[in-house]
């Protein structure tokens, strides 16, 4: 017996990958049940992302590598910057020794001048002028060559420098790109673990149809229309059985999604959405099913409010986002459902610093965030998006929000959004 609506990631590199793996079934777009709509890839198809994600895992390994063993050759006694700058050393110290040699050649031609005898002749004693004055020129070509020499210095250290600066920036940027890579890799690897334990256990021979009930209900208040980056917001999520039957087990469902202001570049990663149990002060991150703690029963009429907390980290862009809820049940007598539609709050997220001012509080589907009063965004592009994302799927908020595979491979990303089934009472 399984339940429908749980979001992962799986990533494979498109420069490793020649198709896409998956299209995203417009799920949130259409009206009918989502059961009826979403197709999970196959195990085939996982394995190729996750073989895709090793290569490029292994690819960037190796990157990483060569940058070490470029910086490490920049040292070396080989390395012909290193040469230049110990050639270029050794001829600054001739160089200054010739230098040595001609001031004290001077010191000698002076002295030898100045000791002459009273009785040396004119001609002895223009020779010992012209004997310093010969010191005294090679002293000033000497002094030239060692200037001229500590330059070569100056400058073949400076190349090699900029070489290991350069080495070092490449090493970095490598790490960025393992580190990454690593990521994509593990999100395939367990999407097709996930998959292989499904086929294992038969949960397709087993799962239940899950039935829409709209009577089931998931509403957000009191989350504000603008968030300013760097800051966090208490709002509240009321869950309610509108039915005339308890529902043994509701499985509320929250998943926060952002992009900049272009909608091409996802910042996930900077936002993060938490829920607060029961009359708890502890605050739990919603995990990576997107599912919160089963409410267990939920009795007919009955509703439960939920606290939630959305923090957006301090660097991340002026952008937009949208919060979408959701709830499913599963009953003992093996039947099982939700909502017909993921439930989204589209808001606005702020540069840090900004003062948006007072704002209205995020409604479902169709909204436009107040952006008058914020000076850090002006222009098109800081209009948030509209259009309600459950009935339409093909607004505004689709291209702002990157919510579909396509735009990801547009920007090279080769990404797919994986939609799958899991055991109910697993959720934990």
Known sequence: MTIRRILATAVAAAVTTPVLLLSVTPAFADAEPTAQTQQKPSIAELELAAAAAQVAYDNAVAAEKAAREVLIALDSDTDPLFMAVV???????????????????????????????????????????TALTEAEGAAATAGEAKTAADALVVEAEDAHDDARVAAARAIGQAQQATKKALADKTAADEALAEAKKEAEEGEENEECVPVPEPRLTTVITGLPTTVVAGTKVDFNLRVKNGTDETMDEVLPFAYVHATDESGLDGIDDLVRVQWSPGSSSAWKTVDNKHYMDAISPLKAGAHVDVKMRLTIDASAPAGNGVTFVAGDYVNDDGTCGGNPDLEGYEFLIAAAGSKPGKVDDAKPGRTRPDTSDINTQTGPSARPATGTLAATGASSVTSQLALASGTAVAVGAGAMFVVRRRKAGSHL
Do not use: C, F
């Open 87 to 129: 050639a270029a050393k050794a001829a600054a110290a001739d160089a200054a020794t010739a230098k040595t040699e001609a001031d004290q050649a001077v010191v000698d031609a002076q002295e030898a001048l100045d000791t002459l005898a009273e009785s040396a002749t004119e001609e002895e004693r223009t020779a010992a002028e």
